[in-house]
């Protein structure tokens, strides 16, 4: 199956992961512990990003946001909210969250790898 494919929003997710690294004090190793990543991962996208964001990415984020909005308005109900993400996360969140909230966190666990849970 293979590894998917990168796009805009892990670029810009490594450029912020690459950028707080550079500011922070931490060891390598701590802070891949950290973030969650290995220190191979980190060097991989390290030398990616050595150039910036490359034009090819940059440009099919241009268009894609250049359309409709990828998130379509929302209203919450009084129930408690939750949601299955492709990934297999599950977000569960008050009735009273806030959509700009609401998007930032399905953003954010929607871009989180699948996790295994431990084999007895």
């Given amino acids: 199956m293979g590894r998917p494919e990168c796009d805009a929003d892990d670029y810009l997710e490594w450029q912020r992961r ?7 004090d931490l060891d390598l190793n ?14 991989r996208w390290k ?11 940059k440009t ?3 268009e894609a946001v250049s359309g409709e ?3 379509q308005p929302i209203s919450l109900k009084s129930s408690p909210v939750e949601i ?5 996360g599950v977000v569960r969140l008050p009735a009273s969250v806030g ?14 790898r699948p996790w295994k849970a431990p084999q007895p």
């Fill in 18 to 24: 690459l950028a707080s690294y550079d500011s922070s």
């Fill in 60 to 62: 099919s984020r241009d």
């Fill in 69 to 71: 909005s990828v998130f």
């Fill in 99 to 112: 959509q700009n909230v609401l998007v930032a966190i399905i953003r954010v666990v929607g871009s989180l």
């Fill in 30 to 43: 701590l802070f891949c512990l950290q973030e969650g990543v290995s220190r191979s991962t980190f060097y």
């Fill in 84 to 88: 299955e993400l492709p990934n297999g």
């Fill in 47 to 57: 030398d990616r990003l050595k150039d910036g964001i490359p034009d090819s990415i």
